[in-house]
């Protein structure tokens, strides 16, 4: 069993900078797949960036290509989602998954493939 829980949502000013920690316990963290997902008022939840388990692969929605960046430290049990040039739009829920046991460069995008969920961090970008 797989526990979550996810820090460092809060409000942001359009242009600013939020940074997201997932802190894993139980199962074997290096062998899972991490997600990062969203959801707003209203709106299915989607993925915003995934990474392999090991670190050498990464995905991401187009909506935060170049502004968002994922990152984990196997060593401390801890996937990041750094998060610039804040949007409006980037208002939602902030959930962190994990696919546990997946290949090397495997990096599930749909909600359905992921096992475990963190609790959730809202995040709010607002003038």
């Known amino acids: 069993q797989v526990q979550l829980a996810e820090s460092g949502g809060g409000l942001a000013q359009p242009g600013g900078s939020l940074r997201l920690s997932c802190a894993a316990s139980?199962?074997?963290?290096?062998?899972?797949?991490m997600g990062w997902f969203r959801q707003a008022p209203g709106k299915e939840r989607e993925l915003v960036q995934g990474i392999s388990r090991g670190g050498g692969k990464t995905t991401s929605a187009d909506s935060v290509k170049g502004r968002f960046t994922i990152s984990r430290d196997n060593g401390k049990n801890t996937v990041y989602l750094q998060m610039n040039s804040l949007k409006p739009e980037d208002t939602a829920v902030y959930y962190c998954?994990?696919?546990?046991?997946?290949?090397?460069?495997?990096?599930?995008?749909?909600?359905?493939?992921?096992?475990?969920w963190g609790q959730g961090t809202q995040v709010t970008v607002s003038s």
């Open positions: 998954a994990a696919a546990p046991n997946r290949g090397r460069w495997d990096i599930p995008t749909r909600v359905a493939e992921y096992d475990y």
């Open positions: 139980g199962g074997f963290f290096s062998s899972n797949a």
